[in-house]
C-alpha cells in the first residue's frame, strides 16, 4: 500500500515538537495525505486580496506564533483555523528536513495523513480554494513542467505543476518534490534554469525561486 511506503521511507524522520528559538522568523506547513489507494494531497490557494503571496498554492500552515508549544502545534493549529482540519483527524507520521525561503523565515514541513472525504472549508479571510491533488498525478514525471517566468524584465524556466487550473510552484513546489523524491526515488528535478538571467540577478536571488513565488521579487 501506497501509504505503508510512505510511514517505512519516513520512518526516521520522525514528528518532533520543535520549539523555535527566541528571535527567529519560524513557520510550518502540513502536508495532508488522504488515506485511500491513490493518496490526495491537500493545496490551498491564497486569497487574492491576501498583502503577501495573493492567488499563489500553498500547503495548510503559517507563522510560529509565541502562544504555539512547538512548531508541530504551528503546524496543526494553523491547518485548522485555515482548512477546518482537526488535531485529532491527523495521523501525524514525519517531520521533514527544514528549509529557509528567500525571505529568511525558517519554514518546518510535517507530513500527516487523514480520513477521504473529510469536509474541509476554507477560511475566507484567508483562502480563495482547497483543492486535492492524486499522488499518482504529481509523481507522473511529465506532468512537472517549466513554465517561463519573467524576472526583473528577463527570463528563467520555472519548473510546477499545473492541475485544474491551479499551479504548484516556488517553495511549495520544493517541499514537494523532495517528500516525492525521498520517498519514491523517482528522480524529479525541480531545479529551475536560470542560464538566461544575467549574473547580477543571479546573484541577487540565489534561491529564487526556491524561497518565494516569483510575485515577491
Not at 160 to 166: A, E, N
Not at 181 to 206: C, M, S, T, W, Y
Amino acid at each position: 500500500m501506497v501509504l505503508n511506503k510512505i510511514s517505512e521511507q519516513l520512518a526516521a524522520l520522525s514528528p518532533e515538537p520543535l520549539q523555535p528559538t527566541e528571535g527567529s522568523r519560524e513557520a510550518a506547513v502540513l502536508l495532508a495525505f488522504t488515506r485511500q489507494a491513490d493518496p490526495q494531497l491537500v493545496f490551498t490557494q491564497r486569497a487574492q486580496h491576501m498583502n503577501s503571496h495573493p492567488g499563489q498554492v500553498a500547503f495548510p500552515g503559517g507563522k510560529w506564533e509565541r502562544s504555539d508549544s512547538s512548531l508541530l502545534f504551528t503546524a496543526l493549529r494553523e491547518s485548522q483555523e485555515e482548512v477546518a482540519l482537526a488535531p485529532s483527524e491527523v495521523e501525524m507520521i514525519a517531520q521533514l528536513p527544514q528549509r529557509r525561503t528567500r525571505l529568511g523565515v525558517q519554514v518546518t514541513p510535517y507530513l500527516g495523513f487523514i480520513r477521504p472525504n473529510l469536509a474541509l472549508r476554507a477560511d475566507p479571510s484567508e483562502l480563495e480554494a482547497i483543492f486535492h491533488v492524486p499522488l499518482s498525478y504529481l509523481l507522473e514525471p511529465r506532468h512537472l513542467i517549466k513554465k517561463q517566468v519573467d524576472v526583473l524584465g528577463h527570463y528563467c524556466w520555472m519548473p510546477c505543476y499545473h492541475y485544474q487550473g491551479y499551479t504548484i510552484w516556488g517553495f511549495t513546489l520544493a517541499v514537494l518534490v523532495d517528500m516525492l523524491n525521498r520517498v519514491f526515488a523517482v528522480g524529479l528535478n525541480a531545479e529551475v534554469d536560470k542560464a538566461d538571467l544575467p549574473l547580477d540577478i543571479r546573484q541577487r536571488f540565489p534561491q529564487f525561486p526556491e524561497g518565494e513565488a516569483p510575485g515577491t521579487l
